[in-house]
C-alpha cells in the first residue's frame, strides 16, 4: 500500500495530460485498425517481430540472422504496402473529432434487427428484386465501404426494400451492414475468380463469393431472376434456402457480442447435415 502511495503521489497534471494522450492515439489507432482488412497482415508482423527475442533467447542463429536482416529493409516496404492505409490514417486524424468513445449507442435489439432483415429480403424474394447484403464480421471492409454511399443508418425493413428498389441509385450495388448499422449502401464487390462455377450463376452471386473470399464477411443474396434466397460464407455458395434456415444464419450472426466463429460454426452445421 505504501508503494501504491507513493505512485501516486508522484503523478501530477502533465502526466495525466500525457497518459490521456497516449490512450486516445492508441484507441483510435485500434479503431482505425480494426476496421481495415491490413490488420491481418499486421498480427503477422507482430508475430514476427516476437520471433526476433526468442529466437536470440534459443540461440537460433539462423533465424535471428534472416529475421534481423529482413527487418533492416522491411521498413521500407511496409511503407510501399501500407501506403493506402497510412493515407486513410491521416484523414481519418483530421477529420476526427476529440472523443474517449468513438462507439454509437444503437437501441435496437438482435431480435428486431433480424426481424426486418428477414421481412426485407422475404418481400424482395417475393417481388423478384435483386439484393445483395454484406455482413462485415470481424476483418473491417472500411475500402468497401468507401466505394458505396455511406448511410451510418439502423436496420429496417423499409430502407433495405427501397434501397433495392430497381432503377433507384443505390440498387445495384452491395449493402454493408456492420452489426446494428447499415453502414453504406451501392457497394462495389471484387468478383470470384474461380473458374469452376456454374455459368448460370450470375454476376450479384459472383460478387458475394469474391467478397467472402477475400474476407470472413457473410453474404445474402436474392435473385432477381428466381426471386430464390442464398447466401454466401467462405467462398463458398449455398443456393435456395428456406426462410428458416435465413433466420438461423442471421441468429448465429447476432447471438453474441463477442462475435464467435460462425464460419467453424456454419461449417460443422453443414457436416453434421451431411451425415
Same mark, same amino acid.
Given at each position: 500500500?505504501?508503494?501504491?502511495?507513493?505512485?501516486?503521489?508522484?503523478?501530477? &497534471?502533465? /502526466?495525466?495530460?500525457?497518459?490521456?494522450?497516449? @490512450? @486516445?492515439?492508441?484507441?483510435?489507432?485500434?479503431?482505425?485498425?480494426?476496421?481495415?482488412?491490413?490488420? +491481418?497482415?499486421? %498480427?503477422?508482423?507482430?508475430?514476427?517481430?516476437?520471433?526476433?527475442?526468442?529466437?536470440?533467447?534459443? +540461440?537460433?542463429?539462423?533465424?535471428?540472422?534472416?529475421?534481423?536482416?529482413? &527487418?533492416?529493409?522491411?521498413?521500407?516496404?511496409?511503407?510501399?504496402? &501500407?501506403?493506402?492505409?497510412?493515407?486513410?490514417?491521416?484523414?481519418?486524424?483530421?477529420?476526427?473529432?476529440?472523443?474517449?468513445?468513438?462507439?454509437?449507442?444503437?437501441? +435496437?435489439?438482435?431480435?428486431?434487427?433480424?426481424?426486418?432483415?428477414?421481412?426485407?429480403?422475404?418481400?424482395?424474394?417475393?417481388?423478384?428484386?435483386? #439484393?445483395?447484403?454484406?455482413?462485415? +464480421?470481424?476483418?473491417?471492409?472500411?475500402?468497401?465501404?468507401?466505394?458505396?454511399?455511406?448511410?451510418?443508418?439502423?436496420?429496417?425493413?423499409?430502407?433495405?426494400?427501397?434501397?433495392?428498389?430497381?432503377?433507384?441509385?443505390?440498387? $445495384?450495388? #452491395?449493402?454493408?451492414?456492420? $452489426?446494428?448499422?447499415?453502414?453504406?449502401?451501392?457497394?462495389?464487390?471484387?468478383?470470384?475468380?474461380?473458374?469452376?462455377?456454374?455459368?448460370?450463376?450470375?454476376?450479384?452471386?459472383?460478387?458475394?463469393?469474391?467478397?467472402?473470399?477475400?474476407? $470472413?464477411?457473410?453474404?445474402? *443474396?436474392?435473385?432477381?431472376?428466381?426471386?430464390? *434466397? /442464398?447466401?454466401?460464407?467462405?467462398?463458398?455458395? @449455398?443456393?435456395?434456402? %428456406?426462410?428458416?434456415?435465413?433466420?438461423?444464419?442471421? /441468429?448465429?450472426?447476432?447471438? $453474441?457480442?463477442?462475435?464467435?466463429?460462425?464460419?467453424?460454426?456454419?461449417?460443422?452445421?453443414?457436416?453434421?447435415?451431411?451425415?
Amino acid at each position: 500500500m505504501e508503494q501504491i502511495r507513493i505512485i501516486f503521489s508522484n503523478i501530477g &497534471f502533465n /502526466s495525466i495530460i500525457d497518459i490521456g494522450i497516449v @490512450y @486516445y492515439v492508441l484507441y483510435h489507432g485500434y479503431l482505425l485498425i480494426r476496421d481495415m482488412r491490413a490488420k +491481418q497482415l499486421l %498480427k503477422g508482423i507482430v508475430l514476427l517481430v516476437a520471433l526476433i527475442p526468442i529466437s536470440d533467447i534459443f +540461440q537460433l542463429h539462423m533465424v535471428n540472422y534472416i529475421l534481423g536482416h529482413t &527487418f533492416q529493409v522491411g521498413i521500407i516496404a511496409l511503407v510501399v504496402v &501500407f501506403q493506402p492505409e497510412i493515407r486513410k490514417a491521416l484523414e481519418y486524424i483530421g477529420r476526427t473529432s476529440f472523443s474517449l468513445s468513438g462507439m454509437e449507442r444503437n437501441e +435496437q435489439t438482435s431480435e428486431q434487427v433480424i426481424k426486418e432483415i428477414v421481412s426485407a429480403v422475404s418481400s424482395l424474394a417475393r417481388q423478384k428484386i435483386g #439484393a445483395l447484403l454484406i455482413f462485415e +464480421q470481424k476483418i473491417g471492409l472500411n475500402d468497401i465501404v468507401e466505394s458505396g454511399t455511406m448511410l451510418n443508418a439502423n436496420i429496417s425493413s423499409g430502407l433495405l426494400i427501397n434501397i433495392f428498389i430497381p432503377n433507384t441509385p443505390l440498387h $445495384d450495388g #452491395a449493402v454493408i451492414i456492420k $452489426d446494428y448499422t447499415i453502414r453504406a449502401a451501392g457497394c462495389f464487390l471484387p468478383l470470384t475468380e474461380n473458374n469452376l462455377l456454374s455459368k448460370d450463376i450470375g454476376t450479384r452471386h459472383r460478387a458475394a463469393i469474391g467478397m467472402t473470399e477475400k474476407s $470472413d464477411a457473410i453474404a445474402v *443474396i436474392v435473385s432477381e431472376e428466381t426471386g430464390y *434466397i /442464398s447466401y454466401a460464407i467462405e467462398g463458398r455458395l @449455398y443456393r435456395n434456402i %428456406k426462410i428458416e434456415e435465413l433466420e438461423y444464419l442471421l /441468429s448465429n450472426i447476432y447471438e $453474441d457480442n463477442e462475435k464467435p466463429n460462425i464460419i467453424d460454426k456454419w461449417r460443422n452445421r453443414n457436416e453434421d447435415k451431411k451425415r
